[in-house]
T-cell receptor, first 108, second 114 residues
Framework: RKEVEQDPGPFNVPEGATVAFNCTYS??????FFWYRQDCRKEPKLLMS???SGNEDGRFTAQLNRASQYISLLIRDSKLSDSATYLC?????????FGPGTRLSVLP | GAGVSQSPSNKVTEKGKDVELRCDPI?????LYWYRQSLGQGLEFLIY????????KSGLPSDRFSAERTGGSVSTLTIQRTQQEDSAVYLC????????????FGSGTRLTVV
C-alpha cells in the first residue's frame, strides 16, 4: 500500500458545484495533515491544515478520520480559480509525504 | 528574503555533467527540504535538514545525489554525472520548525538533461 493515496481524478465540475477529494494514508502514527494546492507549472502552496475536529476556511472544509486513516477536502460553490491540483500531505516521523494529487478543473 | 529563493530557475545540461542547484530559505527557518517532481507526477522527497541535526538523506535516489546546508541557511543540491532520468523540477521548501504545514516552497529549478 502506498504511503499516501488520493482520488486519481481528474474532476471536471461546473462553476458553483460542490466537490470532495479523499486521501488515505498508511501510517497510523501520523499526526500532521495538510492540503496543498498546486497550479500548473507552479510550486505547491499551503491551502489549509487538517485538524482532528475538522476545520473550515471559507468555502473549504477539511476533515480527518483517524480510525479509517482518511482525510477529505470539500470545496463548496467552486470557482474557475479553484482549478488546480490538490495535494494531500501527511507526516511520517519527521518526513512529510505528498500524495500524487487530484486534478480539479472548474468549467464555466 | 521574503520567500524561498532557488537558482537557477532553469538549467539545461549534457548527460554526464555535474550540476549544482541552490536554495536560499526564508530567514530564520530551521527546516529545509528538497523534493523533485517529474512531469505529471507527484512530489518525491529527497533530503531534509533540521537545524544542526544530521540530515535525513533517505530519499536521495542514488549516490550521485548529495546536498549540504552551510551555516544553517543556504543549501546546495549537487547531482553528479547527470542522467536523462534526472530531468525534473527540483523544489526546495523551508519551515520555521519541522512542522511541515508551515513550509513555503521556492519556485523550483527545472533541470533538463540532454
Amino acid at each position: 500500500r502506498k504511503e499516501v493515496e488520493q482520488d486519481p481524478g481528474p474532476f471536471n465540475v461546473p462553476e458553483g458545484a460542490t466537490v470532495a477529494f479523499n486521501c488515505t494514508y498508511s501510517n497510523s502514527a501520523s499526526q500532521s495533515f495538510f492540503w496543498y494546492r498546486q497550479d500548473c507549472r507552479k510550486e505547491p502552496k499551503l491551502l489549509m491544515s487538517v485538524y482532528s475536529s475538522g476545520n473550515e476556511d471559507g468555502r473549504f472544509t477539511a476533515q480527518l478520520n483517524r480510525a479509517s486513516q482518511y482525510i477529505s477536502l470539500l470545496i463548496r460553490d467552486s470557482k474557475l480559480s479553484d482549478s488546480a491540483t490538490y495535494l494531500c500531505v501527511v507526516n511520517y516521523g519527521q518526513n512529510f509525504v505528498f500524495g500524487p494529487g487530484t486534478r480539479l478543473s472548474v468549467l464555466p | 528574503g521574503a520567500g524561498v529563493s532557488q537558482s537557477p530557475s532553469n538549467k539545461v545540461t549534457e548527460k554526464g555533467k555535474d550540476v549544482e542547484l541552490r536554495c536560499d530559505p526564508i530567514s530564520g527557518h530551521t527546516a529545509l527540504y528538497w523534493y523533485r517532481q517529474s512531469l505529471g507526477q507527484g512530489l518525491e522527497f529527497l533530503i531534509y535538514f533540521q537545524g544542526n541535526s544530521a540530515p535525513d538523506k533517505s530519499g536521495l535516489p542514488s549516490d550521485r545525489f548529495s546536498a549540504e546546508r552551510t551555516g544553517g541557511s543556504v543549501s546546495t543540491l549537487t547531482i553528479q554525472r547527470t542522467q536523462q532520468e534526472d530531468s525534473a523540477v527540483y523544489l526546495c521548501a523551508s519551515s520555521p520548525t519541522m512542522a511541515g504545514g508551515g513550509y513555503t516552497f521556492g519556485s523550483g529549478t527545472r533541470l533538463t538533461v540532454v
